[in-house]
Nanobody, 120 residues
């Protein structure tokens, strides 16, 4: 069982930066193929913000964050991060850390979320 706990959310002005962290207990690369950050704003569907393969070879970013956000993973520390720069008001959402088992096509482990609020 993988348990995910996010931290690092908060309120920031537009143009500012935040760094989200996720501690992944019970995580190992034999069981988990991808880690990722998702977000959901009020009234909107959840979307994948950034994902990374656990071998580090593959990353994905939604177009709206390319060049501003960076996902990183430390397998030994069981830590996932999302560095968010040049934040915009449209980045305001609940951000979730997630993990995908190797035998799944969907992300099947989720954290509780951390709120990011960007004021313009």
């Amino acid at each position: 069982q993988v348990q995910l706990v996010e931290s690092g959310g908060g309120s920031v002005q537009a143009g500012g930066s935040l760094r989200l962290s996720c501690i992944a207990s019970g995580y190992n690369t034999f069981r988990i193929s991808y880690m990722g950050w998702f977000r959901q704003a009020p009234g909107k569907e959840r979307e994948a913000v950034a994902t990374i393969s656990t071998d580090g070879r593959s990353t994905y970013y939604v177009n709206s964050v390319k060049g501003r956000f960076t996902i990183s993973l430390d397998n030994a520390k069981q830590m996932l991060w999302l560095q968010m720069n040049s934040l915009k008001s449209e980045d305001t959402a609940m951000y979730y850390c997630a993990a995908r088992s190797r035998d799944r096509r969907d992300f099947n482990y989720w954290g509780q979320g951390t709120q990011v609020t960007v004021s313009s």
